[in-house]
C-alpha cells in the first residue's frame, strides 16, 4: 500500500492486476459519470449563461460551504488562479461580489449577488433535474445507498 493511503483494515482486495479492467473500475466510472452529468448541467444551464463549474461555486456560496475564493478552491479543489478567474467571470455577470471582511479588512468575503440569489433556486431545479434523470432507473433506496456507498469511499481518502 502506497504511503499516502491511510492504514485501515481491508476486507479484501476488490481488484487484481490479472483480472483489472480499466474500463470497469471504479475509478474510470466515477469519472464518466461526472463528465456526462456536468456535460448535461452545462446544457440545461446554457439559458442562464453559467456554466456547472459556475454553478457549483454559486452552490457552495449559497448553501453556505464557503464564503472566500480559498475556501472555494479547498471544497472543489480547484487551483488558486482558476479560482480567481472564475470568481472575476461570476462577478462580471453580475451573480457574486466581493465583500471585505469586517472583521479582518485584509479579507476578502464572497457572496451572491440579489442577482444570483434570484437565479440560483432556478438553475437548482435544473440541476436537480440532471440528477433525477440520471438516477431514473434507480429506487430511492439504490440511490440512498450509491450516496452512502460514495461517501464510505470519500472517508477512505
Known amino acids: 500500500m502506497s504511503p499516502t493511503l491511510k492504514e485501515k483494515p481491508a ?24 463528465v456526462e452529468m456536468l456535460g448535461a448541467v452545462d446544457r440545461e444551464l446554457e ?10 461555486i454559486m452552490a457552495q456560496l449559497a448553501y453556505s460551504l464557503a464564503d472566500s475564493s ?3 478552491c479547498k471544497g472543489i479543489a ?11 467571470r461570476l462577478e462580471a455577470k453580475g451573480l457574486i461580489r466581493r465583500v471585505r471582511s469586517e472583521d479582518d479588512r485584509r479579507a476578502v468575503k464572497l457572496e451572491l449577488t440579489d442577482e444570483g440569489k434570484a437565479l440560483f433556486p432556478k438553475m437548482r431545479v435544473k440541476v436537480i433535474g440532471v440528477l433525477n434523470h440520471l438516477l431514473r432507473d434507480f429506487t430511492k433506496s439504490e440511490a440512498h445507498q450509491l450516496e ?10
Do not use: W
Open 78 to 88: 480547484y487551483d488558486p488562479g482558476a479560482m480567481t478567474r472564475m470568481v472575476d
Open 11 to 34: 476486507l479484501g482486495e476488490i481488484y487484481d492486476v490479472k483480472s483489472f479492467k480499466p474500463e470497469n473500475s471504479v475509478g474510470y466510472l466515477l469519472k464518466r459519470v461526472l
Open 47 to 56: 439559458p442562464f449563461d453559467v456554466t456547472s463549474a459556475q454553478y457549483t
Open 70 to 72: 480559498s475556501g472555494l
Open 148 to 157: 452512502n456507498l460514495l461517501q464510505r469511499m470519500l472517508n477512505n481518502v
